[in-house]
């Protein structure tokens, strides 16, 4: 069961589920280092899904907060080379990685949570293994030897896990000091989970340090007790984590029950005591998070509604957004098939149900996606949004789709589409992009961050981006709007504010005389960080709520009021700041 996390509260909806985190001294850190690596290894083996994720993204962060460089490496144990062929409904979302790295969507979480820069080799899996093991006896490197699970493999991922570890992941290009390593569970049910899931630790050689139970309410003394007895731990290294508003408040749990300086004993961390600056951020994000009154309500038009985990950076962006500007965020999920006239035939209350959630939006959202399936309600919604002038975000597909929408309806171009849905239309304002290999499908998509370059001061995506001339965003899309068919459009008021470098590839649509009608062609969300809100969703916020023209007046400006003080500190460590506005962009 997985905790509920799309709307900011994080609930579970299973008995007291113990996760065990397990610490080590590691190896020396390298040649001529004068210390050594220090691992932290998150373990949940009672069922899938739990929030180890968010656990080990937490600890990373208190330590963090203390003035240390952290990493994280995820452990998968499916044979995929990488997540890039998933179906969301099974795995999530893909997250992509500024080196083009599709990997498992808690890799966003530790993004998000540590506010660093990873690489796909943080996202370990067995298929990457076994290819690592069998290029090499290709290569010969095992000459005359049998290759076999053990030694071969095993030294394999230690081996690579001692070697990603020291990967800075920091902007001040420091080598790591703490590694937190999570491996993925079983996602089987046991009974009795905490104590069967330490025993089945102890199995493997492993004790662990610290027991952190994941609950609905706060344990009691005596089941404190009772687990500390059965799981052969003392009191203090049971900690709770029960259900709490916000994840914000999820690293303060930790740090409230003496974490960090459990930490700090147990693996002789070189951290002087001090006020954690980071932790008094996460504090008032959480307390601001408590406080809020007004709602914000965003229509979420896509394909895959049914699981929120397909759409995590999405929704995670929407938060950051929201809780920026002081408003509580209700998203309203609408399946695009739902509102399509063949749904008004086969289903009339299901239809009318899905506009009328459309309708009482403050704004529209529309993600990216593969596949036909829906795109004809994508395109229903887009042209409402932009009939009715209501903010709209088009993202990836979505912007794909508003500029077919707006070729149809404005141009009159009526079988206008994309090739990936109609190969034989007469106006393909999509169309694959030159280099895709339609043969294989894992990781021939144009991936990682790319440069785009404004190509006209007057834009509100150039004044959300703070009046800079390119930006740098992650990419992950096999077509691309048809750069033939750009004059036509912009004639008619779509106009292409920004462009790849080579100013062939469209990346930034906006429509003229509407509030915010925005197409981007990459993904913002990946780069969204809980005070770095991503400027694409920020600005769709800020129209929603009426208020987009009054910041862009200010010189893209939040009130104080929409601040955090100067006694939050930085997320990177040993720096300040005195100040902190949304957004903020780094192009390092």
């Known amino acids: 069961m997985r905790p509920e996390l799309s709307t900011g509260c994080w609930r579970l909806n ?78 999530g979302e893909v997250f992509v990685l500024d080196d083009g790295g599709e990997v498992d969507l808690d890799l966003g979480n530790y993004e998000r949570f540590l506010d660093i820069r990873l690489t796909k080799d943080n996202n370990l899996t067995t298929g990457k293994i076994y290819q690592h093991v069998i290029n090499k006896e290709r290569k010969g490197d095992y000459l005359g030897k049998t290759v076999q699970v053990v030694p071969h493999i095993t030294d394999a991922i230690q081996d690579w896990v001692m070697k990603q570890a020291l990967v800075s992941v920091d902007e001040d290009g420091l080598e790591p000091q703490v590694c937190v390593i999570e491996p993925s569970s079983t996602g089987e049910q046991k009974t009795k989970p905490t104590q069967n899931s330490v025993r089945e630790l102890r199995g493997l050689g492993l004790s662990p340090d610290l027991v952190v139970c994941r609950c609905s309410n706060p344990l009691d003394t005596s089941v404190k007790e009772k687990i500390s007895m059965f799981c052969h731990v003392e009191p203090e290294q049971v900690i709770c984590v029960h259900d709490v508003s916000t994840i914000y408040r999820v690293p303060l749990l930790l740090e409230e029950q003496g974490v960090v300086d459990y930490f700090l004993r147990r693996l002789d961390l070189p951290v002087e005591r001090q006020p954690r600056k980071m932790l008094m951020k996460w504090k008032e994000m959480a307390d601001r998070y408590d406080r809020l009154l007004e709602t914000c ?73 593969f596949g036909v399936r829906g795109t004809e309600g ?115 008021g779509l106009k292409f504010v920004g462009q790849d470098v080579e100013g062939e590839r469209m990346e930034i649509v906006e429509l003229e005389d509407h509030p915010f009608f925005v197409g981007v062609q990459y993904h913002p969300e990946f780069l969204s960080r809980p005070i770095k809100p991503s400027p694409p969703y920020l600005g769709l916020l800020l129209a929603s709520v009426g208020q987009l023209p009054h910041y862009l007046q200010k010189g893209c400006r939040l009130s104080p009021r929409d601040t955090y003080s100067d006694r939050s500190g930085s997320s990177s460590p040993d720096s300040e700041i005195t100040e902190l506005k949304f957004p903020s962009v780094n192009h390092n």
């Open 14 to 91: 299973a008995p007291v589920a113990g996760l065990g985190l397990q610490l080590s001294g590691g190896s020396e850190a390298g040649l001529g280092s004068k210390r050594k690596m220090k691992y932290i290894l998150v373990t949940g083996g009672v069922i899938s899904g739990i929030g180890k994720g968010v656990i080990a993204s937490s600890v990373g962060t208190i330590l963090k907060s203390c003035g240390l460089h952290v990493t994280s490496i995820k452990v998968d144990p499916y044979i995929n080379i990488d997540a890039g062929t998933f179906s969301p409904y099974e795995h």
């Open 297 to 369: 309500s965003i229509a979420l038009v896509g394909k895959y509604t049914k699981f929120s985990d397909s759409y995590a950076s999405v929704i995670k962006a929407l938060e950051h957004s929201a809780l920026a500007i002081n408003h509580k965020l209700e998203i309203k999920y609408i399946d695009s098939t739902d509102l399509e006239l063949s749904t008004m035939q086969e289903d009339p209350v299901r239809y009318h149900e899905a506009w009328q959630k459309l309708c009482s939006a403050h704004g529209v959202l529309v993600p990216g996606g």
């Open 378 to 492: 994508k395109i229903q919604a887009i042209s409402w949004a932009r009939k009715q002038r209501k903010p709209l975000l088009g993202v990836c597909l979505g912007m794909q789709l508003a500029v077919v929408e707006f070729s149809r309806n404005v141009l009159g171009w009526q079988d206008a589409n994309s090739t990936e849905f109609d190969p034989k239309t007469s106006h393909p304002v999509v169309i694959e992009m030159p280099e895709h290999n339609p043969g294989q499908m894992g990781g021939t998509m144009r991936l990682g961050k790319r440069r785009t370059l404004f190509q006209t001061k007057n834009s509100i995506m150039r004044k959300l981006y703070g009046d800079l001339d390119y930006l740098e965003e992650r990419h992950r899309h096999r077509f691309e709007v048809n750069p033939v068919l750009k004059k036509c459009l912009e004639e008619q």
